[in-house]
């Protein structure tokens, strides 16, 4: 199960890859025909593209690697460190918009309409968008930032491109050719925003947050349900890296028990949890009733 899964979320890194560099040979087009700088913002955004689905491709298929002695807790972290290179990527991409966008402002020139090349532009946005829908949906289901994230940039990247297109008529309609260069310093904003808020998450993931109040009450009524014979369950803790979850807890059991069948009650509730939550690694420190503190799960 787990190498279908990582053979799907890299399958679709390599999509990516093949999507990103259609839709910039679509958008270099589309700047070419039309010398629009608001345009060339968007091809260059599209360059950016090209690279974060290397990083991607190259995240994915590391993450998907065993745990080893070097990393005995696997390389699934490793796609949070990819998610933070593409913010990055995107950052630099957006500085030289701004520039350029700058460089119009100052010196407008003027810019052709053509057909042809904004008919391309719109094409290589509605393949964004399909792709972007594809990546967001397939990255939730395998728990995979770097898809997810490169699904999330793609969608701003559409949503992005239409304000572009929509303003190069306008300033087509209105005579206005600076309305150009303010659109692709309008490309620069959005993208920024879009590289902060996947540097934010990816650091967040960094930083072994907890998983989220619903599965860990989950979690708990998983360890309730499936801990008969022992006397309570405390601190338990939770931590998410890529797609797995960790889960630590004190199992507090009578003191005359046997190993054998504390063992038992462990391998009862670690079974339990990895059948009811995906990608589950659980670690029980088993304890004997002195040790029990009345409070987190109460079993007896």
């Excluded at 199960?1 to 560099?21: C, E, F, N, Q, Y």
């Excluded at 259609?22 to 270099?28: S, Y």
């Excluded at 950016?48 to 993450?63: F, M, S, W």
């Amino acid at each position: 199960m787990k190498a279908a899964s990582a053979d799907l979320t890299t399958r679709i890194a390599m999509g990516s890859l093949v999507v990103g560099v259609a839709v910039l040979a679509l958008k270099a087009y589309a700047a070419w025909a039309t010398g629009s700088i608001a345009l060339f913002s968007d091809a260059l955004e599209s360059v950016v593209n090209v690279v974060t689905a290397v990083v991607a491709l190259v995240a994915v298929r590391l993450a998907a690697r065993p745990a080893d002695a070097s990393l005995p807790y696997g390389y699934y972290k490793a796609e949070y460190f990819s998610a933070v290179v593409i913010g990055i990527f995107i950052a630099v991409a957006a500085l030289v918009i701004v520039y350029e966008a700058y460089r119009g402002f100052i010196m407008p020139r003027g810019f052709d309409a053509d057909p042809v090349g904004l008919s391309v532009s719109i094409l290589a946005s509605v393949i964004n968008g399909v792709w972007a829908y594809w990546l967001i949906r397939v990255g939730r289901q395998q728990r995979s930032p770097s898809l997810e994230a490169d699904g999330k940039h793609l969608a701003t990247d559409v949503v992005s491109t239409g304000a572009v297109l929509l303003g190069v008529l306008l300033a087509v309609a209105t005579g206005y050719t600076q309305l150009d260069a303010i659109l692709a310093a309008f490309v620069a904003v959005t993208i920024l925003w879009s590289g902060w808020q996947l540097i934010r998450q990816s650091v967040i993931g960094l930083m072994d947050v907890a998983v989220d109040p619903k599965t860990l009450n989950t979690i708990r009524e998983i360890i309730s349900a499936n801990a008969d014979g022992a006397i309570e369950a405390h601190d338990i803790r939770t931590r998410q890296a890529g797609k797995m979850m960790f889960v630590d807890f004190h199992l507090v059991v009578p003191g005359e028990m046997s190993v054998a069948d504390a063992h038992a009650i462990c391998d009862r509730i670690e079974a339990k949890l990895r059948e009811k939550v995906d990608h589950a690694q659980v670690t029980i420190h088993v304890e004997p009733e002195e040790k029990a503190k009345h409070s987190g799960i109460v079993v007896l």
